[in-house]
């Protein structure tokens, strides 16, 4: 079964920091971008990073960039989301999808986790 697991949500208080984790199992993430996305309530989905199949390349929504950093670890078969500075309106459920191919910028996220929480308040 082809499977994606976030985990390392929590409540933080604002300017902390967290981990988020994105293990995968059925299949191998060797070969494929993987991106985050968070869904804030009453707000809609929107995308948060994402780096290639190499790690080579990543991207970050404006909101994110210089707090947040993605890496991977091929060998864990393993996505991370280091978050610093943490603000309230970070407070979100995260997911992370593979996408179709090698590149963040072609083809479409087939597979998705099941999202984990990440709260920021005092």
């Known amino acids: 079964q082809l499977q994606l697991v976030e985990s390392g949500g929590g409540l933080v208080q604002p300017g902390g920091s967290l981990r988020l984790s994105c293990a995968a199992s059925?299949?191998?993430?060797?070969?494929?971008?993987i991106g985050w996305f968070r869904q804030g309530p009453g707000k809609a989905r929107e995308g948060v990073s994402c780096?290639?199949?190499?790690?080579?390349?990543?991207n970050y929504a404006d909101s994110v960039k210089g707090r947040f950093t993605i890496s991977r670890d091929n060998a864990k078969n393993t996505v991370y989301l280091q978050m610093n500075s943490l603000k309230p309106e970070d407070t979100a459920v995260y997911y992370c999808?593979?996408?179709?191919?090698?590149?963040?910028?072609?083809?479409?996220?087939?597979?998705w986790g099941q999202g984990t929480q990440v709260t920021v308040s005092s």
């Open positions: 999808a593979s996408r179709s191919g090698s590149s963040c910028f072609r083809g479409t996220y087939d597979y």
């Open positions: 780096i290639s199949s190499s790690g080579g390349s990543t």
């Open positions: 059925g299949f191998t993430l060797d070969y494929y971008a």
